[in-house]
C-alpha cells in the first residue's frame, strides 16, 4: 500500500511543481522556442485564398483578424492550416495577407507581421492557438472563418450563450472524469514495467471499467477535446499535451 501512496503522491508532486514553474521556465523556453520558430518561416508564393469547403469543418481552420498598419490602415490577414496534413502530409500553417499567400510554416509557427507576430499552435484535436501578439499591447485572437467548424461554434456561442457555456462546461466535466479514470489506469501498467516494479513497487487501479465503457470514455474525452478545440481552449492535462508529442 505505501509503493501505491508513493507513486501517487510523486505524481501529484510533479504536477503541481509544473504548474508552479510554469512561469520561470516557461519564460526561458518561450523564448528560445519563438527564435527556433522564427527561423521556420518560408515565404510565400502569392497565390488567392482557397475557398472554404463545406466538407473541410474537421480537416481545416480558417482564421480571419484585420492589423493595422503604421499609417492607420488596416489589411485582413488569414492563418490557413490544413490539420490532417497537406498532399504530402506535413501539418502546416499558411499566412495569406489580404487574401494572397505571405508565408508558410510548420507548427508551432510564428510570423512577424506589422507591430509584432502571429502565433499559431495546433494539439492532436485542432487549433490551441491563433493569437496576434503585438509588440506593445494586448494580444488579439484570430476570428474563424464563417464557414469553418469553429465559426459555427463561435456563432453558437454569440447567439445562445447560456448553452454554449453548458457544452464547454459539460466538456470540462468529461475530460475531468476522463483524467480521473485514466490516469490511475495508465499509472497500473507503467508501475508493471519491471525496471519501475523492482524499484517502486507496483500500482492497483482503485476501479478498473470494463473494455466498453474505456472505449465510451475515450470516445467521450475526444468530443470533448474537439470542442474546446473549436474555441481554441486548451490545458496540456485534459487536452492530451501529454501524449502530443510536441518539444
Not at 503585438?134 to 476570428?143: I, V
Not at 475531468?176 to 516494479?197: C, T
Not at 524499484?199 to 475526444?222: C, H, Q
Amino acid at each position: 500500500m505505501s509503493g501505491h501512496v508513493s507513486i501517487v503522491c510523486r505524481f501529484w508532486c510533479w504536477c503541481i511543481w509544473d504548474l508552479r514553474c510554469d512561469g520561470y521556465a516557461g519564460r526561458v523556453f518561450s523564448d528560445w522556442r519563438r527564435r527556433r520558430a522564427a527561423r521556420k518561416v518560408k515565404p510565400g508564393d502569392g497565390h488567392s485564398l482557397p475557398r472554404y469547403r463545406w466538407w473541410q469543418p474537421l480537416s481545416r481552420a480558417l482564421l480571419h483578424l484585420e492589423i493595422p498598419e503604421e499609417n492607420g490602415s488596416g489589411r485582413t490577414w488569414s492563418v490557413d492550416v490544413r490539420l490532417w496534413g497537406d498532399k504530402d502530409g506535413e501539418v502546416l500553417a499558411h499566412l495569406y495577407c489580404e487574401g494572397r499567400h505571405h508565408a508558410r510554416s510548420t507548427l508551432p509557427a510564428i510570423f512577424p507581421v506589422p507591430g509584432g507576430v502571429v502565433e499559431v499552435a495546433a494539439s492532436s484535436f485542432g487549433l490551441k492557438r491563433c493569437h496576434y501578439v503585438r509588440e506593445e499591447g494586448p494580444e488579439r485572437q484570430f476570428r474563424p472563418d464563417r464557414a469553418s467548424a469553429e465559426g459555427r461554434r463561435e456563432r453558437l456561442e454569440r447567439r445562445h450563450p447560456s448553452l454554449s457555456r453548458a457544452i464547454g462546461v459539460i466538456s470540462v466535466v468529461v475530460l475531468v472524469v476522463g483524467v480521473i479514470l485514466g490516469l490511475p489506469q495508465i499509472a497500473q501498467e507503467v508501475s508493471q514495467i519491471p525496471p519501475i516494479a523492482e524499484r517502486w513497487g507496483t500500482f492497483t487501479a482503485p476501479i478498473e471499467l470494463p473494455a466498453s465503457l474505456n472505449i465510451a470514455v475515450v470516445i467521450a474525452t475526444l468530443a470533448a477535446s474537439t470542442e474546446r478545440a473549436l474555441r481554441l481552449r486548451y490545458h496540456w492535462l485534459l487536452d492530451g499535451g501529454l501524449f502530443d508529442g510536441e518539444e
